[in-house]
């Protein structure tokens, strides 16, 4: 099974930046898909942006330019930068991968365990 590791998250004031970060790992090929959801207390989680394997974006509305997803597909690693945070950011995020071909297999819909991001007004 391929791992999903976050990291990144922090409390930060309205208006600041922060970059998260998640590495790929477990004898990976190489991924399709990838992306980040949130998913604030209370609230069912929701896309905050995804990439394709050739760099095409997409992001949802509450998000657009503000954030900018980021892939290596060398590295098996997948980025967000989030500027202008709000409190309304406040949520876990989390690393998505919708098909990773490692040396064992295929692995569908993989989630990292979430990273906290908290922004405070």
């Known amino acids: 099974q391929v791992q999903l590791v976050e990291s990144g998250g922090g409390l930060v004031q309205a208006g600041e930046s922060l970059r998260l970060s998640c590495t790929a790992s477990?004898?990976?090929?190489?991924?399709?898909?990838m992306g980040w959801y949130r998913q604030a207390p209370g609230k069912q989680r929701e896309l905050v942006a995804t990439i394709t394997r050739g760099r095409r974006p997409n992001y949802a509305d509450a998000v657009k330019g503000r954030f900018t997803i980021s892939r290596d597909n060398a590295r098996n690693m997948v980025y967000l930068q989030m500027n202008s945070l709000k409190p309304e950011d406040t949520a876990v995020y989390y690393c998505?991968?919708?098909?990773?071909?490692?040396?064992?297999?295929?692995?569908?819909?993989?989630w990292g365990q979430g990273t906290q991001v908290t922004v405070s007004s």
């Open positions: 477990g004898n990976v090929l190489s991924i399709d898909g």
């Open positions: 998505y991968a919708d098909k990773t071909f490692t040396a064992r297999g295929i692995d569908i819909d993989s």
